[in-house]
């Protein structure tokens, strides 16, 4: 956002942001290449320039994770979009037009991608197969409180009327669902007694529903958001099947920890994952601390536990695996060490405090180790 020449000031955990200076429509590979989130500004540029120009997107390398559904999306906008020289090209100079925007895959980014630019476009603009993931909901959510008109967020029809322009607001962000669940299940790993507050049951049933499945206790507050996991002994939870899918269904971005998990449980267990290619690759890392986790055609593995893991040093594969590697350096015997431990600090806030506060000792340093 700084370098499109937004004014961006932090104070505390408020966040205020000043897009009236905008100077620019290109987003370099340098910040890009980063974070494959940062596609999301390509619709908002389109919208409000006409022009937009991303770098291909970088982050973690979850296999093809093409960005085609982005492309398709704007093009039915009206705009013109290609790939130059790496960079994707979008092209409205008459501004963009409503249309029926049918996904393929209910991709999320591509529907945050087409939801903020059709909320500027002439007419109402249709999303079917749109992703229904919570931050969807909570997208449409921030959009109509600056005027926008979204409805049929968190379903697989979402209707946009569109409107002249947005005003500034006040938002709330909604809790991390997958900062949650990783907290969830490495309490179920290492054995304890955590509740992970401002956490929302509703966005993370099916993960509940498994923990539940394997003998995990888990407590929910109505009266006040969090959840409670209590597991005396991780040896007596069974291992379970998960298969990935888009929400509701199981999150592939908590995959990774189950997977953890599922080396402490007694048992088999199989994870199917149906999302991302390549998001099994911190099996590998895992096996390096003796887990016993077999692969199948790259997309399915075969865990049997219990298994007590022995520390070494290992490979964050991505953000996610990363989380998980640092899970279970808190299991295994010894001195754990997680390289490339970047990854990890892009998605979890505070995460060595975090864990610190709960009795783990983990630093975050250049060489330094993840342990019990």
């Known amino acids: ?35 494959r989130a940062s596609l999301v500004v390509l619709g908002p540029l ?82 079917e197969n749109a992703a229904r993931e919570p931050e969807i909901s909570a997208l449409a959510g921030f959009l109509d409180s600056m005027g926008a008109r979204v409805m049929g967020a968190g379903t697989g ?36 007694d955590v509740t992970v507050t401002n956490a929302l049951p509703e966005h993370l049933k099916m993960e509940l529903d498994k923990l539940r499945d394997m003998g995990v206790e888990v407590t929910t507050t109505p009266e006040s958001p969090g959840i409670r996991v209590r597991v005396e002994d991780p040896t007596s939870l069974t291992g379970v099947d998960v298969a990935t899918l888009p929400f509701p269904g199981f999150a592939t971005d908590l995959q990774a920890q189950m997977m953890v998990l599922l080396t402490q449980a007694s048992g088999a267990g199989i994870i199917t994952e149906n999302v991302y290619e390549n998001r099994l690759q911190v099996a590998e890392e895992l096996n390096r601390l003796d887990a016993a986790i077999d692969l199948f055609g790259g997309h399915r593995a075969l865990i049997r536990g219990p298994r007590r893991l022995s520390g070494t040093i290992v490979q964050a594969p991505d953000l996610r695996g990363g989380a998980a590697l640092v899970m279970a350096g808190l299991v295994a015997d010894g001195t754990t060490v997680v390289d490339g431990a ?3 600090l892009r998605g979890y806030e505070d995460f060595e405090e975090k864990l610190t506060a709960l009795g783990a000792t983990v630093a975050f340093e250049a060489g330094a180790p993840i342990r019990r």
């Open 342 to 344: 970047t990854h990890i």
């Open 1 to 35: 956002l700084d370098e499109l020449g937004v004014k961006t000031s932090f104070s505390g955990s408020t966040l205020e942001i000043d897009a009236s200076t905008v100077d620019s429509y290109t987003a370099p590979y340098e910040l890009v290449r980063q974070m």
């Open 46 to 127: 389109a919208a409000r320039f006409g022009e937009a120009e991303v770098s291909a997107p970088g982050g973690c390398n979850l296999g093809l994770r093409k960005f085609n559904f982005h492309v398709d999306g704007l093009r039915a906008l009206g705009a013109d979009v290609e790939l130059d020289h790496g960079f994707i090209k979008a092209s409205a100079p008459d501004g963009l037009r409503a249309a029926e925007v049918n996904f393929e895959y209910p991709s999320v980014g591509a529907t945050e991608n087409v939801m903020m630019a059709a909320v500027l476009a002439d007419g109402i603009t249709i999303i």
């Open 157 to 192: 029809r979402i209707v946009i009327e569109g409107v002249k322009e947005l005003h500034p607001t006040e938002w709330t962000v909604m809790p991390d669902r997958i900062e949650a669940g990783t907290f969830l299940m490495a309490t179920a790993a290492t054995g304890g």
